[in-house]
Structure formats: C-alpha cells, structure tokens
C-alpha cells in the first residue's frame, strides 16, 4: 500500500514557476514509476510527466516539454514536479501516481494522491 499527499500548488501569474511535491509513505516508494496527471474543470484527465523508479528515465507530455521537469529523491520518498514558463492552459488539479512496475503515461497506475491546484492567471 502506498499513500501519496501532493503540496505545492497554488495561483501563480503567466511565465511564473511552482514546484509540487509528492511525499509518498511506505518504504518500497523506491520500485515504483511515478506519474503526474493533471485534470482541467470538463476536460479528460490526462498525462503530464512520468519518472522510472530509479530516475534514469522520464517521460513528457508535448505540451509541457522543455517547460516542467520531473524528478524524484527516493532517500525522502518524494517525486517532484518542476513548473517553469506557466501558461493558463496549465491551470488543472494535478495529481501524483505511482505504478508498481514500468514508467506509463497511461492512467492505469495503481495508487494515486488527492491532488493539487494550480491556477495560472493571464
């Protein structure tokens, strides 16, 4: 069982930055990938950024490549998500998720947190 409890969001003005945390408990976090999703009011969650468990690869999304960065520090059970260059089409609650197995950019991963908002004023 893992539990997995976001922070870091918040309203932040167009080309500001935010960093998200995810601190997951259980001390098997190290053999997960994990995953950030973000869901916009309406609109399909969908994939952002992914990390494999041991941080050697990463996966993102088109529309957030080269702007966020995902990383991971397995020593604190932490993933993180780097936001630079926030545009208001990134305004969603975001989600951290962590699959048992591959990295994916698929909603399929096994546990998932609360989630986060982050609202990105024009």
């Known amino acids: 069982q893992v539990q997995l409890v976001e922070s870091g969001g918040g309203l932040v003005q167009a080309g500001g930055s935010l960093r998200l945390s995810c601190a997951a408990s259980g001390r098997t976090f190290s053999s997960y990938a994990m995953g950030w999703f973000r869901q916009a009011p309406g609109k399909e969650r969908e994939f952002v950024a992914a990390?494999?468990?041991?941080?050697?690869?990463?996966y993102y999304a088109d529309s957030v490549k080269g702007r966020f960065t995902i990383s991971r520090d397995n020593a604190k059970n932490t993933v993180y998500l780097q936001m630079n260059s926030l545009k208001p089409e990134d305004t969603a609650v975001y989600y951290c998720?962590?699959?048992?197995?591959?990295?994916?950019?698929?909603?399929?991963?096994?546990?998932w947190g609360q989630g986060t908002q982050v609202i990105v004023s024009s």
């Open positions: 990390i494999s468990w041991s941080g050697g690869r990463t």
């Open positions: 998720a962590a699959n048992r197995g591959s990295i994916s950019v698929l909603p399929t991963y096994q546990y």
